[in-house]
């Protein structure tokens, strides 16, 4: 218990407590303005009410566009999930030719064509076929998006399935198909559900591509309402503003929660050093 | 091999699909963004119709624009201070002293960083409206100076400190994962040899983790480069001072119309992460 060691926790722990509160704060904002009879951009003790929560459902759009997000979110999330988990099936078990050309391109595609770089070729591609406005379109480029990524941590899942809990099905004489459904997926449970989760917090937050695709606003997500609500200022909007952004997040805190429960927040494989 | 008993065929037939639509959304468009790049389409006027092939004039012409310039100055700022620096080494802090603490001081850090990861990123602007605003703003409370408007007067920087904010989640957690890797033996003899903690990260740590300070490092530049959410913070502004590269293309292309141009710069764009991701992997391959 030396003087230095004394001196050295304690800038340990105001170490720990700058980066704490240099998190935290930012978002304390959310905790205390849906819930205060003059909501600003600050922070400030609110004066507590419950009111701001009945104005946010008042305003036309803010259910809609949840549902809107849910609607966008599940397409994209589901298509993603099983197209990933069939295509990273097949390419971690069958040697189809090409197989490794085909994940090296994937890897490079994952990183580099990004939706902001591809941005203006994706939106005059969808003006051009008329899916502007289209919810189901606009899922479809998000999942397009996610797929590469999510086919490569997935085979890496696959990969750590034992090959031998197949050959032992099919000797009971299993189809591929059984094999698939009764034991590989039940195995890879894991993996299924961290891309699950990855692509639905993905396509929940995502603002971009449903701010350039979809244009009306009865089709908008909470992402683009949200956006809107504030270029349109105006001190009716900042009641509404908080609470939905409340509503907004809560379902990605709910994930977080689940997953951080289930499966412990950290990377497990396709990580390479 | 095919211990699946699916066959080429069967297989094949399981990759298609994600292949087909992998294939019309971003394989197309990334190729599609080479033509469109070279030729004069707008979204209104003449050019709209009929688009004219004008060769490498965009190209020349983005080169030449101080718009462009700038705007490349100003993302590779944003990426050499939010990204290499900022994020990469308070994810290693983070994942190095959080090795001694207590599980609940750990877990709240640990939820707090990865909160500010995932959180939709039109809230988190909101939540930084909220830190860095005049009259009302934390930070202008806590300095006490709260008629300072951080992000008119100070954009770049207050993007690159939020983008800290924003993404240090996924250093810490590769950070530590690759320290559990790091074996427990040498760490101890280096603190029986007397080593400080620096010494110590330096000489024992550093060695083993520094494929994935590389995959870190890179991975982090890529996503910080191509991020919108720049956009919902300042727009680009005042005055250009913080146009980063999707915001410029996203103002050219759908503010100015001009598809054929932004085009031009998506494509030097994506020649930009090209470049970054075929260095990574040769870097990866001679590691191997």
Not at chain 1, 264 to 271: D, K, S, V
Not at chain 2, 197 to 219: A, S
Request: glycine share 8%; proline share 6%.
């Amino acid at each position: 218990m030396s003087p230095l060691w004394i001196v050295r926790r304690i800038g340990f722990y105001v170490l720990i407590t700058v980066v704490l509160a240099f998190f935290a704060v930012p978002m304390l904002w959310l905790a205390s303005a849906p819930f205060d009879a003059k909501p600003g951009l600050g922070l400030r003790w609110p004066d507590w009410t419950l009111d701001n929560v009945a104005t946010t459902f008042e305003h036309p759009y803010t259910l809609t566009s949840l549902v809107n997000s849910l609607v966008l979110c599940v397409i994209a999330t589901v298509v993603t999930t099983v197209l990933a988990a069939l295509a990273a099936y097949a390419l971690s078990r069958v040697r189809i030719p090409g197989r490794d050309l085909l994940l090296y391109l994937l890897l490079l595609l994952s990183s580099v064509v990004t939706g902001t770089a591809a941005m203006v070729p994706i939106f005059v591609m969808m003006l051009q076929l008329g899916l502007i406005n289209s919810q189901f379109g606009t899922a479809l480029v998000i999942a397009g998006g996610m797929l590469p990524a999510a086919i490569f941590i997935l085979k890496d899942f696959m990969d750590a399935v034992p090959r031998s809990y197949e050959e032992s099905a099919r000797v009971f004489g299993a189809s591929p198909r059984q094999v698939l459904a009764h034991v590989v997926l039940p195995v890879a449970r894991p993996g299924v559900a961290t891309i699950f989760v990855w692509a639905f917090v993905n396509a929940w937050g995502n603002f971009l591509l449903p701010f350039l695709l979809l244009r009306d606003v009865g089709q908008q997500p909470a992402a683009v309402l949200l956006r809107t609500l504030y270029d349109e200022g105006g001190s009716a909007n900042l009641t509404v503003i908080p609470v939905f952004s409340l509503l907004y997040s809560i379902p990605v805190v709910v994930l977080y929660l689940f997953v951080s429960k289930r499966y412990g927040f950290r990377f497990h494989g396709g990580i390479k050093s | 091999m095919d211990s699946s008993g699916l066959g080429v065929r069967r297989a094949v037939g399981f990759v298609a699909p994600a292949l087909v639509l992998i294939g019309i959304f971003l394989v197309f468009p990334a190729l599609w963004t080479l033509y469109i790049g070279i030729t004069n389409y707008q979204l209104t006027g003449p050019a709209a119709a009929n688009p004219q092939v004008v060769g490498l004039d965009n190209v020349i012409e983005a080169v030449r624009d101080p718009l462009f310039t700038n705007s490349v100055w100003l993302t590779a700022l944003f990426v050499l201070f939010s990204a290499v620096i900022g994020q990469n080494v308070l994810g290693f802090v983070l994942a190095w002293l959080l090795r001694s603490v207590s599980p609940w001081l750990r877990r709240t850090t640990e939820g707090l960083v990865l909160l500010s990861w995932i959180l939709p990123s039109t809230v988190v602007a909101f939540l930084w409206f909220a830190v860095l605003s005049r009259d009302t703003g934390t930070l202008g409370l806590l300095l006490g100076s709260p008629e300072t408007s951080w992000l008119v007067q100070y954009p770049m920087t207050s993007l690159i400190i939020f983008n800290v904010w924003r993404g240090t989640a996924f250093s810490m957690l590769l950070y530590t994962s690759a320290l559990a890797a790091v074996p427990p033996s040498q760490l101890e003899t280096a603190r029986l040899m007397g080593a400080s903690g620096w010494q110590t990260v330096r000489d024992v740590v550093f060695p083993h983790i520094r494929g994935h300070v590389l995959t870190n490092t890179l991975l982090i530049s890529l996503w910080t480069a191509n991020d919108f959410t720049p956009f919902l913070l300042t727009s680009g502004g005042p005055n250009h001072q913080s146009e980063v590269l999707p915001v410029l293309i996203y103002r050219q292309a759908l503010e100015g119309g001009q598809l054929g141009y932004a085009s031009a710069m998506s494509m030097l764009l994506l020649v930009g992460n090209l470049a970054i991701a075929l260095v990574y992997l040769r870097l990866l391959r001679r590691r191997a």
